[in-house]
C-alpha cells in the first residue's frame, strides 16, 4: 500500500508544483516540464506496482449494471480529454474537459472497484482533479469568450475518442482485466 500511496502523492505533488509555486516552477525553464514528466511516469509505475500489490476491504465488487454503467462514463471521459484538444462545442459548457473526463474517469472506476486501493488510487486522483480545478478557478477568474469550433473538430474528437477506447480496452484485456465485463 505504501508505494500506492507514494505514487498518488507524486502525482499530486508534480501537477500541483505549478498552481502551489508557480515562481519556482517558472525558474526552472522548460527543465520543468521534464521534472514534471519525470515524476508524473514515476507515479504511475508506482501507482501501478503498488495498485496490484495492495490489499484491502472489499466493500463491493463489479455487477454486471455497474460496469455498462462505467464502460459508458469511460467514454464521455475519453471524448471529453479528446474535445479538450480540439475545443469542441462542449468546451462553452466544461470549462476544464480534461480535469473533469479525469474526474469521471476515476469515479468511473470506483463504481466497479470498491475496495480500499481503489479508494487510495481512483479516489486519491479524483479528489486532485477536483482540488485542481478549483485552485485553476481562482487564480484565473471568470472564463474568458467561448468561440465555436469548426464542425471537423468534433468529428476529430469522436474518431479519437473511438480510437483511445479500443487501446485503453486492449491494454486491459492485455493487464487481464475484462472492463466489458
Known amino acids: 500500500m505504501t508505494l500506492l500511496i507514494l505514487g498518488v502523492a507524486l502525482w499530486v505533488a508534480a501537477h500541483f508544483w505549478k498552481r502551489i509555486a508557480p515562481a519556482h516552477r517558472a525558474s526552472f525553464g522548460d527543465k520543468g516540464k521534464g521534472i514534471v514528466a519525470v515524476a508524473t511516469v514515476v507515479s504511475v509505475v508506482l501507482m501501478v506496482i503498488g495498485y496490484r500489490?495492495?490489499?484491502?476491504?472489499?466493500?463491493?465488487?463489479?455487477?454486471?449494471?455497474?460496469?455498462?454503467?462505467?464502460?459508458?462514463?469511460?467514454?464521455?471521459?475519453?471524448?471529453?480529454?479528446?474535445?479538450?484538444?480540439?475545443?469542441?462545442?462542449?468546451?462553452?459548457?466544461?470549462?476544464?474537459?480534461?480535469?473533469?473526463?479525469?474526474?469521471?474517469?476515476?469515479?468511473?472506476?470506483?463504481?466497479?472497484?470498491?475496495?480500499?486501493?481503489?479508494?487510495?488510487?481512483?479516489?486519491?486522483?479524483?479528489?486532485?482533479?477536483?482540488?485542481?480545478?478549483?485552485?485553476?478557478?481562482?487564480?484565473?477568474?471568470?472564463?474568458?469568450?467561448?468561440?465555436?469550433?469548426?464542425?471537423?473538430s468534433e468529428i476529430i474528437a469522436i474518431v479519437a475518442t473511438v480510437i483511445v477506447v479500443a487501446v485503453v480496452m486492449a491494454i486491459h484485456y492485455a493487464l487481464g482485466v475484462t472492463p466489458w465485463g
Do not use: C
Not at 500489490?53 to 462514463?73: F, K, S
Open 53 to 152: 500489490a495492495a490489499e484491502g476491504t472489499v466493500y463491493w465488487g463489479r455487477t454486471g449494471a455497474m460496469t455498462g454503467v462505467n464502460n459508458l462514463l469511460m467514454v464521455v471521459a475519453f471524448y471529453l480529454y479528446a474535445a479538450s484538444g480540439k475545443g469542441t462545442k462542449v468546451t462553452r459548457f466544461v470549462r476544464h474537459p480534461q480535469l473533469t473526463g479525469f474526474t469521471i474517469w476515476a469515479g468511473a472506476h470506483l463504481l466497479v472497484n470498491g475496495d480500499t486501493p481503489s479508494f487510495i488510487l481512483f479516489g486519491g486522483l479524483g479528489l486532485w482533479a477536483i482540488v485542481e480545478m478549483i485552485v485553476i478557478n481562482r487564480a484565473q477568474g471568470p472564463r474568458g469568450a467561448y468561440h465555436a469550433p469548426p464542425f471537423k
